[in-house]
């Protein structure tokens, strides 16, 4: 009997739960903050010094942060399944930290915790958890603006704030989070095991989970991989572009939803998978 493959997509709504901000939900980043200030190429080269602001301030929340019992379900259901890939928006270690392997997991829009020159392309990845916290912001976010207004920086502090733009240890080039911004490709490296994966057949059930599926290769994964006859199921307390293609829609939060929907699938059909 051939092994059942099982796709799972994920995003912001999953970590929600943990703690984290969605994007677009209710008090989500861009209903506060503009994503053309923050999250584009542009922004960066603009205003270097917000952008690593906010990333830091995002990546101290999330070391703050724990998994929650949706990010556990998908890693155990990747345990208890042969031919598995775990492809998630966020850019966030909770599917990790909750024993999601890399074998099993792309990260499509990258990693918040690494640090990449502009120019060489050189890399390192920092969680901060040796004890290295992020400089502190010196900074107070006013929502509606979109903009960080900055506390007059003293000289001193202005040479402390041009140290904490990284710069490269290779070639001197400024340092970015490595994440994908709006206006920019996929990882082509991510993007060729989400295609590897696809092509080696379709599966048999998809999750769909905590994603406003706002982009089409989202909903084009989704439905390659289901092709004819595969389940699809959607965990999302609301509708989305998905939705009408669900076999199943879980209109729950993902942490209660997903470890009944696993379990089910692991026991129930524990022989079958
Ligand atoms: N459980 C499940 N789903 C939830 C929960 C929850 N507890 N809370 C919110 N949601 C749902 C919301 O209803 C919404 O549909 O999660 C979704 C979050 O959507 P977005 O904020 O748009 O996040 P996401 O889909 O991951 O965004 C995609 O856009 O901003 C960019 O790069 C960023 O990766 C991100 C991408």
Known sequence: MHDRRVLVLTGAGVSAESGIPTFRGKDGYWRNLDPAKLATPEAFARDPKLVWEWYRER???????????A????????????EFLLVTQNVDDLHARAGASKEKMVQIHGDIFVTRCLRCHFQFR????????????????????????????????????????PKCSKC????????????EQLPWGELRRVENYLEDGPCD?????????????????????IASDGELVEVNPEETPLSQFATQRVR???????PRIVDELVISRSSKL
Do not use: C
């Open 126 to 165: 920092d969680t901060g958890r040796g004890g290295s916290p992020e400089p502190p912001v010196p900074r107070v976010i006013y929502p509606h603006s979109g903009r960080l207004r900055s506390i007059a920086p003293t000289s001193v502090q202005h040479e402390q704030e041009q140290k904490d733009i």
């Open 205 to 225: 059930f998809v999750i769909v989970a905590g994603t406003t599926a706002t982009f089409g290769y989202i909903v084009d994964w989704a439905l390659r991989a």
């Open 252 to 258: 729950e939060g993902a942490a209660l939803a997903l």
């Open 59 to 69: 990546r101290q929340r999330i070391r703050n942060a724990q998994p929650n019992p």
């Open 71 to 82: 990010h556990k379900a998908i890693a155990k259901l990747a345990q208890h399944t042969q």
């Open 172 to 183: 001197s080039a400024l340092m970015r989070p490595g994440v994908v911004w709006f206006g």
